[in-house]
């Protein structure tokens, strides 16, 4: 039978949809590192137009940051979750006519919710004073003007991005994969494309609006530019999603009988999202609340230089810590939905532990190359040395968050696995304040400049860990059957080994930052050395990624 178009009085095979889940994880895996190698080749771009100390993309990277708060809370999290979990109930208990009706009703009243959402955000641009009260401070900055303009330019591409991740949502609920994992390749594609016209149109050099009036005026109309580009990438991620979405059976029209309707509606699955949303929006905001302080108290060229330095530090965040907590969530409340809380306790250690295999020789790695991988990866065209070691110093110290920011995203989704959504909220709600308070101390008081940011972030994001990995120890008690401790010292021994190793050959090569190759070969150097200190020290993750490794290659070989 084909699917959707003859279950609609009886429940659909949601099973069955997900087989191969091995391949389909590789072929998500592969285009998300796609999409964040194109995404660097967009922000490489963007330094060589724009510099590293342009008003005008200060107020972009400010402005953007708007609709992407949106992107992250509605479009990629929450909701989504909330949609595949009602959608897949839907297709099992009233067959896949349920499930479409379903999602239209999602959609229709997400569409205008987030119409309306975009007519408060656009309003609040243009009507918002330009100092905020009691401090007297100028949240948009010395010139207001580009970045309010911007914003209203950029805000639409919230609705476009959300329709795209709710429809992907629901296409992996129907065992489709490949349009969605693809759809940020696409987009970053779109934006490059922008990009290049852009160098093409104004040129490569020479735009530094410093000049005067006439230069300012050149990079606005630059950035007008990006912002169409911007809104023609959450187009054509919509748009290449319709072939999947009419295959899945959601285009097509049918009389609905009786048992086809649904029980759930696009508000239950918005309540029940709820929850999931508090806990995203507090990082969400806190991020977003960076941008706009940096906007507001540093100078010129510090809004851009932080937002490269987090662009930076996000390859390896999402690839190791993303992608393990979003792999493990499904087990992880499978297993406290059956409150079998040995099993879950055992799953959180095993997946923190391996996380910290991964990242903590990424952390230690951005630290020791911090100036060779920015200069590499931005000094070039109107990125100079000012705009390289301000990109530097906020990487070296920004890298410090990556591990307590995965370990947290982690740690969070177990308590939402045992049915707490409480603890996770507050907890972040209180290192929202203590980030606020941080940054005020360290840019007003202290007067640091982008590395104060970057210290707040780091601190707040180790006291969220803290405060939350006790709790989960309370609640599921017990062994892990894991030698955290021990596994932990020989981990950060290996890491040690690795930096001092990477370090030691860009050094030893003439430690010149410009070079690539200088830095590929300190890079390689230091994962052959960190491999060769984990079977040294025998740390456990090590042996289980050799015997996980020989695995698959003993079945491919036995499969030709």
Aim: proline fraction near 4%; hydrophobic fraction near 50%.
């Amino acid at each position: 039978m084909v699917e959707g178009h003859g279950d609609e009085e009886r429940g659909a095979d949601v099973v069955g949809r997900h087989k191969r889940l091995g391949a389909r994880t590789i072929l998500i895996s592969s285009f998300t590192l796609v999409s964040r190698l194109l995404g660097y080749a967009r922000e490489f771009l963007a330094a060589v137009l724009f510099g590293d100390t342009s008003p005008i993309y200060d107020a972009f990277v400010t402005a953007w940051r708007v609709p992407n708060l949106f992107r992250r809370l509605l479009g990629e999290g929450a909701v989504a979750t909330s949609l595949q979990t009602a959608l897949t109930e839907a297709d099992s208990d009233r067959g896949n006519e349920a499930g479409r009706r379903l999602l239209w009703d999602t959609l229709r009243l997400a569409l205008l919710i987030l119409l309306g959402l975009c007519a408060l955000v656009m309003g609040a641009a243009l009507l918002m004073g330009d100092t905020m009260p009691i401090t007297g401070w100028r949240w948009l900055g010395p010139d207001p003007a580009p970045v309010r303009e911007l914003m209203v330019r950029l805000t639409p591409f919230v609705v476009l991005v959300c329709l795209t991740g709710l429809a992907g949502g629901a296409l992996a609920v129907r065992g489709r994969f490949a349009g969605a994992s693809a759809g940020p390749a696409v987009m970053n594609l779109v934006v490059i494309a922008s990009l290049v016209g852009l160098g093409a149109a104004f040129g490569w050099t020479g735009l530094d609006p410093s000049d005067g009036a006439e230069g300012r005026e050149r990079h606005l109309e630059m950035a007008r530019v990006l912002a169409w580009g911007m809104l023609a990438a959450g187009l054509a991620q919509l748009l290449m999603l319709l072939p999947e979405m009419r295959a899945a059976g959601f285009l097509r029209r049918a009389r609905v009988a009786k048992e086809a309707r649904v029980a759930d509606t696009g508000w239950t699955v918005l309540r029940a999202s709820l929850p999931l949303a508090l806990g995203a929006a507090v990082y969400q905001i806190n991020v977003m609340v960076d941008g706009f302080m940096a906007q507001a108290l540093l100078p010129r060229g510090g809004p851009t230089t932080y937002y490269f330095a987090n662009r930076i530090q996000q390859l390896p965040l999402a690839l190791i810590a993303t992608a393990a907590t979003s792999a493990v969530f499904p087990a992880l409340k499978a297993f406290g939905h059956e409150r079998r809380f040995g099993e879950l306790r055992r799953l959180h250690d095993r997946t923190q532990l391996m996380v910290l295999f991964v990242g903590l020789p990424a952390t230690v790695g951005l630290f020791v190359l911090a100036e060779p991988v920015v200069t590499v990866l931005l000094g070039h065209g109107e990125f100079g040395a000012e705009g390289i070691e301000r990109t530097s110093r906020a990487l070296s110290v920004l890298c410090f968050s990556l591990l307590p920011a995965g370990a947290v995203g982690l740690a969070g989704r177990t308590y939402y696995a045992i049915g707490d959504f409480r603890t996770p909220v507050v907890i972040s709600i209180g290192m929202l304040g203590l980030n606020l308070a941080l940054n005020v101390v360290f840019l007003v008081v202290l007067g640091l400049d982008v590395e104060g940011l970057a210290l707040a972030t780091a601190i707040s994001s180790w006291g969220n860990l803290a405060l939350l990995l006790p709790g989960l120890t309370r609640r599921l008690p017990g062994a892990s059957g894991e030698r955290v401790g021990a596994s932990i010292a020989r981990i950060a021994g290996a890491a040690a080994a690795s930096g001092l190793a990477a370090l030691g050959t860009h050094l030893a090569l003439g430690g010149e930052p410009a070079s690539p190759a200088h830095l590929v070969a300190a890079i390689l150097c230091g994962v052959v050395v960190y491999a060769l200190a984990a079977r040294v020290l025998g740390v456990p993750q090590w042996a289980l990624f050799r015997a996980r490794f020989r695995r698959r290659a003993d079945r491919s070989d036995a499969g030709r």
